[in-house]
């Protein structure tokens, strides 16, 4: 795409590109739309990259598309960048406790129950092994709950669906 030229309206003024600023002019346009939006880099940066911007004070008031393809079938939302920093921490902190194979179980079925696909995440819990319970049928996101709360809640869940329960035992005197 190339910007030969444009003129700006405001009320009954015209005001030409060329005497606007230097970094409105037509050869420069892009990259001064670039700076001043850089969630249109988002595309194109690394996850580090990613992240960083996401959980940012500029980041989090941003939409930011996240997905999962799971047996063949693509799930997909937008977050706010608190979401994102949510499940980063929350992440982290799993793969801290469990297996990389039951953390990344937990990981999926936490994203399921945030996009709200709870059938898909009970069956996806029960195909891996995992021992706990499915959500009631009435679970989901409460009206007033905060995205960094939702995801924590969803996380919780996820664990209790994946994670086999243990039973202990003890002995009363």
Known sequence: MTVRGYTILSGN???????ISRDLMPAKIQETWEKMRPENRYG???????????T??????YLFPLGLTLDGKRYETKASGEAVKAFHEE????????S?????????????LFVGQV??????AQNCGG???????NWGRDQNEDDILWVRRCFRKAREMVT????????RR
């Open 44 to 54: 194109q940066m690394t996850y580090e990259e990613r992240l960083a911007f996401a």
């Open 100 to 112: 990389p194979e039951e953390a990344g179980n937990i990981f999926r079925t936490a994203f399921l």
């Open 13 to 19: 003024s015209a005001y030409k590109s060329s005497i």
């Open 56 to 61: 940012s004070d500029e980041g989090k008031d």
């Open 131 to 137: 021992g706990g319970s499915a959500p009631d049928p």
């Open 119 to 124: 059938d898909a995440a009970t069956s996806f």
């Open 91 to 98: 992440s982290r902190a799993i793969e801290r406790t469990h």
């Open 164 to 171: 086999t329960p243990v039973i202990r035992w003890s002995r």
